[in-house]
């Protein structure tokens, strides 16, 4: 089955800082990969996601990549704001339908 | 907005005790879903759904059951619950028919096992 590794588990940044989370997947079918983020006590919400057939996505200060041959996925959040501490997932997915999640970095922005 | 309504919010229950957790989405989704999620180990997938009635096992199925009787709810249960499924149990649902998708979780369950 799918097993989906990502890094950092934790990651402290100044505000206004880039921050960049990376996830690798073993499953070479897996075509969809999402990213969530979980703030403390609330349930994951999606932020971005990304299909096989695309190799970038942006929107605002949220951009995520994606490389096939090598099967890693990369979250990228320029200008980091104090809202944007929280728990951050990234995920994979295929034709079944399920999707199988890393273990998540938890995100600090320091103001 | 689609709505999944988990209706438990906290249980306590006793070692030995059968548990039923209820996920119910309003949105005509095919896809369900059943997680656990524990410090340090993020989501792992115990069993998903693709249709009434279907059930397939996800990573962690030992010790859970499932049942979808109707497209809209899908139950988890502990049949003889144990101390190390003390967790918080988050459902989620998402359109079928063209593979993985968007999910949309509820607020989660958080059991306590004594």
């Known amino acids: 089955g799918e097993n989906v590794e990502q890094h950092p588990s934790t990651l402290s940044v100044q505000e206004g800082d880039s921050a960049v989370i990376k996830c690798t997947y073993s499953?070479?079918?897996?075509?969809?990969f999402p990213w969530y983020k979980q703030e403390l006590g609330k349930r994951p919400q999606l932020i971005i996601d990304?299909?096989?057939?695309?190799g970038e996505k942006k929107d605002q200060r949220i951009a995520v990549t994606l490389n096939k041959t090598a099967k890693h996925f990369s979250l990228h959040i320029t200008e980091t704001q104090p809202e944007d501490s929280a728990v951050y997932f990234c995920?994979?997915?295929?034709?079944?339908?399920?999707?199988?999640f890393g273990k998540g970095t938890k995100l600090s922005v320091k103001p | 907005d689609v709505k999944v309504t988990q209706s438990s919010r906290y249980l306590v229950k006793r070692t030995g005790e059968k548990v039923f957790l209820e996920c119910v989405q309003d949105?005509?989704?095919?896809?369900m879903f059943w997680y656990r999620q524990d410090p340090g180990l993020g989501l792992r997938l115990i069993y998903f759904?693709?249709?009434?009635?279907?059930?397939e096992k996800g990573d962690i199925p030992e010790g859970y059951s499932v049942s979808r009787e109707k497209k809209e709810r899908f139950s988890l249960i502990l049949e003889s619950a144990s101390t190390n499924q003390t967790s918080m149990y988050l459902c989620?649902?998402?359109?079928?028919?063209?593979?993985?998708?968007?999910?949309?979780f509820g607020a989660g369950s958080r059991l306590t096992v004594l």
């Open positions: 989620a649902s998402s359109l079928g028919y063209s593979g993985a998708n968007v999910l949309t």
């Open positions: 499953d070479s079918a897996s075509n969809y």
């Open positions: 990304i299909r096989s057939n695309v």
């Open positions: 995920a994979a997915g295929g034709s079944q339908g399920n999707l199988i």
């Open positions: 949105m005509d989704h095919e896809n």
């Open positions: 759904s693709y249709d009434v009635k279907m059930k």
